[in-house]
């Protein structure tokens, strides 16, 4: 048995040892953030199909969220390819969150297919850094999917607490 489980490493790292030279060569993460939203883009259908009703029903929330202008103001953290943008409420306005410059064609694609939104802007950082947006700047923050993939969860909801409206802060965190 022991001879068999050292057979099956040995056959893993075989198998990933281009992955390993592409990474120690540099090559890897550029070919990650290139790609990964194409595969996101097709991911994000399915996944959508499956968990269709339990969002419209935690999106639809979203609506008696708004701030004084009559508007939600929405941040999408790691908002990928624009997934969600679909179940949020109408006169939603958006801005979208996400270290990855290469999702910004997949976001203004799915923007225009959901022109019940407005889209703010698109800023490429990590959740841990949001400083350029402003302290008390949105009724309402999404993240899906993207507190199990950051270095801090914890300094991501500080960040969340600091760019969340004063009135938003009653426990008004998604995730």
């Known amino acids: 048995m022991d001879a068999l489980v ?5 056959l893993v790292f ?3 040892l281009p992955l390993h030279l592409m990474a120690l060569l540099g090559l890897w993460e550029p070919l990650c953030k290139t790609y990964f939203p194409y595969l996101m883009a097709v991911l994000a259908v399915k996944s959508n199909r499956v ?6 029903e935690l999106f639809s929330q979203i609506k008696g969220l708004a701030g004084a202008s009559g508007k939600v103001a929405l941040l999408e ?3 990928g390819t624009g997934a969600n943008f679909q179940f949020y409420p109408t006169g939603c306005k958006v801005t979208c969150l ?3 410059p290469h999702f910004e064609k997949f976001l203004t694609r799915s923007m225009a297919e959901n022109r ?3 889209y703010e802007r698109f800023v490429v950082a990590f959740g841990e850094d949001m400083s350029q947006l402003a302290d008390g700047s949105m009724d309402v923050v999404v993240s899906t999917l993207v507190l199990c993939s ?3 969860p914890k300094r991501v909801l500080q960040e969340v607490r600091r760019v969340l409206r004063p009135v938003s802060r009653k426990g008004r ?3």
Do not use: C, F, Y
């Open 116 to 118: 019940h939104l407005e």
């Open 150 to 152: 950051v270095q801090s």
């Open 173 to 175: 965190i998604w995730a």
């Open 6 to 10: 050292r057979l099956l490493q040995l």
């Open 77 to 79: 953290l790691g908002s």
């Open 14 to 16: 075989l198998l990933t």
């Open 51 to 56: 968990m269709e009703s339990k969002k419209r």
């Open 98 to 100: 996400d270290p990855n």
